[in-house]
């Protein structure tokens, strides 16, 4: 029996969603999940499901559908917050496509904004993603860094967003908004029920990786090792995602607590407070699976920034959220979803 109140989910079947829609439900949420299933896929419901022994109500919608988005809040007045992961989210498709991105990621916020205030609810945690800081210049990056001009579509629509979020606050609508930088998420969730599926060639690192491991791919190319760091690789800070989970729910706990008295709109970085290069990521898979990962290094990716982690110390001190998980045992849970995927397509 849910005690905490009803928590709308978009993007509930994709990775952070679905990890953060497990975690939601064990701390006594009742969720509603929709999802357009454009990057996803609906069994992951069986996950969260398995894992949870609730299975959430779930939508097959698309966020800019004004007129589905407003029959779920007319069919669930119970809902006190959302959390909004649902956006297209590849970084090089948005080079290619930048008014698919531009139209999908800004109008289901603006779509979802509007619901909410016709409906009377306030309270919204974003997805947001520390691409906004690009090469910090400063390190490890504060949130009060300068949000530096976005390097792709994609990361201009974060921008763009949590600009959107700030100015609706500053308007006087009643919303209480947190806006959650995340790191790079990696890993899954230990059950290895849920995890990333990555639809076609994985352009982020882990997925790549493990798919090497498991024969999936032939190598892994290593976009560069002439950098200005210690092994010339780059360097980032990789947030396990059930930690990463973990956030939201302390984030929406957060902006339910009137108690609190929490400002209109926060801001918090959710990443570990250690950069990891990719040649160190590397090692310590292939050390903790026992596990060889071929990998050649290749020429820089273009729009690759150089080294960000983040000083996750707000979050820690006015969130009071921690990230718990070991590198090692992210990279752990990774490879174990990894095998169960490759068990599952036999
Ligand atoms: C990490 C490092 C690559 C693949 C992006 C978005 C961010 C978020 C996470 C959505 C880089 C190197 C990668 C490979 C490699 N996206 N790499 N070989 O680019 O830091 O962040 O994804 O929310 O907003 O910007 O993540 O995993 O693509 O790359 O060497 O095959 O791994 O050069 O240094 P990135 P990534």
């Known amino acids: 029996m849910s005690t905490k ?6 993007g509930g079947t994709g990775y952070i969603g679905s990890h953060t829609t497990v975690e939601l439900i064990q701390a006594g949420y009742k969720v509603v999940s929709l999802d357009n299933l454009s990057n996803s896929n609906i069994n992951v419901l069986d996950g969260i499901e398995a894992i949870t022994g609730t299975r959430p109500v779930f939508y097959q919608v698309d966020c800019n559908d004004e007129s589905a988005i407003e029959e779920i809040f007319t069919n669930h007045p119970d809902i006190q917050g959302v959390i909004h992961f649902a956006a297209s989210k590849a970084v090089g498709e948005s080079v290619q496509k930048p008014l698919l991105y531009y139209r999908n990621n800004l109008l289901s916020l603006i779509v979802l904004l509007e619901a909410m205030q016709r409906h009377g609810t306030t309270g919204i945690v974003f997805s947001s993603s520390c691409t906004v800081y690009g090469q910090p210049e400063v390190l490890p990056v504060t949130e009060d860094a300068p949000v530096q001009e976005a390097l792709s579509p994609y990361g201009n629509t974060k921008q763009i967003n949590e600009e959107i979020l700030r100015d609706v606050v500053y ?3 009643p919303y209480k908004v947190i806006r959650l930088r995340y790191f790079n998420p990696i890993g899954a969730h230990p059950s290895a029920l849920i995890g990333e599926l990555p639809l076609g060639v994985p352009q982020n690192l882990i997925p790549y990786l493990t798919q090497t491991a498991a024969g999936i791919r032939q190598e892994l190319s290593v976009f560069g090792d002439d950098y200005d760091t210690p092994d010339g690789s780059c360097i980032r800070d990789y947030i396990n995602v059930v930690d990463l989970a973990r956030a939201h ?6 902006i339910l607590d009137e108690a609190k008295k929490s400002p209109a709109l926060e801001t918090f970085n959710i990443g ?17 699976t026992g596990v060889p990962v071929p990998h050649k290094i290749v020429g820089r990716r273009e729009g690759d920034i150089e080294q960000v982690w983040a000083d996750p110390s707000l979050a820690n ?8 998980e070991s590198l090692a045992d992210t990279l752990r849970s990774a490879w174990a979803w990894q095998v169960r995927l490759k068990e599952q397509q036999k």
Not at 5 to 10: A, C, D, P, S
């Open 272 to 288: 570990t407070g250690r950069g990891v290069s990719v040649l160190e990521l590397i090692r310590t898979f292939e050390e903790v």
């Open 249 to 254: 729910v302390l984030a929406v706990d957060r």
């Open 317 to 324: 001190n006015v969130l009071g959220w921690q990230a718990r």
């Open 5 to 10: 109140g009803t928590i709308l989910v978009t």
């Open 171 to 173: 308007a006087g609508v």
